[in-house]
């Protein structure tokens, strides 16, 4: 079993930054992909990044791509989410998610945390 924590998350201008964190616990962690998704109100649920269990591979949704970049630190059983240049269309619920069969588009994760607001302010 794995459990999963965000942080990070807050209110800031257009053009700002924010680190989002995934804290997680469970041994096997470091052996899954982990990705980060997002849900604006009234959306759906949408891939953000993902990254493999030894980072060599990255992905992005292309709205964020060149602006966000996802890391792991396994020894301390952390990802994150460095985004920068955000905009208003940026704003919803980040959620990091994983598990054994979670591909690196984002499909089949296990385990979900349980999200971090981001607003970003026009």
């Known amino acids: 079993q794995v459990q999963l924590v965000e942080s990070g998350g807050g209110l800031v201008p257009t053009g700002g930054s924010l680190r989002l964190s995934c804290a997680a616990s469970?041994?096997?962690?470091?052996?899954?992909?982990v990705g980060w998704f997002r849900q604006a109100p009234g959306k759906e649920r949408e891939f953000v990044a993902g990254?493999?269990?030894?980072?060599?591979?990255?992905n992005y949704a292309e709205s964020v791509k060149g602006r966000f970049t996802i890391s792991r630190d396994n020894a301390k059983n952390m990802v994150a989410l460095q985004m920068n240049s955000l905009k208003p269309e940026d704003t919803a619920v980040y959620y990091c998610?994983?598990?054994?069969?979670?591909?690196?588009?984002?499909?089949?994760?296990?385990?979900w945390g349980q999200g971090t607001q981001v607003t970003v302010s026009s």
């Open positions: 998610a994983s598990g054994p069969r979670m591909t690196l588009t984002g499909g089949s994760p296990s385990y």
């Open positions: 469970g041994q096997t962690f470091s052996s899954y992909t």
């Open positions: 990254i493999t269990w030894n980072r060599i591979l990255t």
